[in-house]
């Protein structure tokens, strides 16, 4: 599977693993699970994605990254993608820290750089 979503240890965090080949139904699935998790839950929501396995992003990408829960929900807290390619990171449309293990993203409309 190109991509898994999923809640660990009944904690606040989402953990994202995306890899080649992935499809726009791959995020559109990821949406719904990340939607499912924040409407649950009582706190914010943070997201840390990991693509050091995704090189390719799918045509039509951009149509679809307006629906991600991470931008609009009022539970979504911050995100870390770690081992994102420059392409990646412009698609992902965030401000970005360098740091050692990769980069570290806060959502602009959210909160400031670190």
């Not at 080949?21 to 719904?32: E, K, R, V």
């Not at 929501?45 to 929900?73: C, E, K, W, Y």
């Not at 807290?77 to 449309?93: D, P, T, Y």
Request: with cysteine; net charge positive; charged share 20%.
């Amino acid at each position: 599977m190109p991509m898994t979503t999923e809640l660990r240890d009944h904690s606040n965090v989402i953990f994202i693993e995306a890899s080649d080949p992935l499809t726009l139904m791959d995020f559109n699935d990821s949406f719904a699970r990340q939607k499912e998790i924040m409407d649950k839950s009582t706190e914010k929501v943070h997201l840390f994605v990991t693509v050091q396995g995704l090189r390719n992003m799918p045509n039509g990408i951009l149509r679809v990254r307006d629906s991600a829960p991470i931008f609009s929900h009022p539970k979504a807290g911050n995100m870390v993608i770690v081992g994102a390619s420059a392409l990646i990171r412009a698609l992902a449309g965030m401000s970005n820290v360098n740091h050692p293990y990769g980069f570290l993203w806060r959502l602009r409309v959210k909160c400031r750089c670190v």
